[in-house]
């Protein structure tokens, strides 16, 4: 895994790459670029609500946004945009994806090995 930081602030972009598992069908690199983002409704309250969105490019049919489901804050919506991106560039056939997000949540959960997880 490689990744790559743009700056130091929330306002500026954080890119993170990710190697995907290469498919034995693909005898070609392939790379998808995902913008992934998520925002939460008055967090911490009960009425909070919270979504994400996945953009590819301007017109991709694969562009998507949808609810969180369960816990309803910024971080778990952020970590859902994510996790899209990287399930649908899997199921695409993509061998590698570029998640370019402004959340440190996101950037620390793709960093951080767990047990077993390498």
Not at 27 to 48: K, V
Not at 85 to 103: F, G
Request: with cysteine; glycine share 8%.
């Amino acid at each position: 895994m490689t990744v790559f930081r743009a700056a130091h602030s929330l306002k500026k972009a954080v890119h993170y790459s990710l190697l995907l598992p290469k498919t034995p069908l693909l005898t070609t690199r392939r790379h998808a670029i995902a913008y992934t983002d998520g925002s939460c409704f008055n967090p911490g309250r009960r009425n909070a609500k919270a979504g994400f969105g996945v953009f590819w490019y301007d017109g991709c049919e694969y562009n998507c946004c949808g609810k969180v489901t369960g816990i309803q804050d910024n971080n778990r919506a952020e970590l859902c945009a994510a996790c899209r991106a990287i399930r649908m560039a899997y199921n695409l056939k993509e061998t590698e994806i570029t998640i370019k997000t402004d959340s440190p949540f996101v950037i620390y959960a793709l960093e951080t090995p767990k047990d077993g997880r390498g």
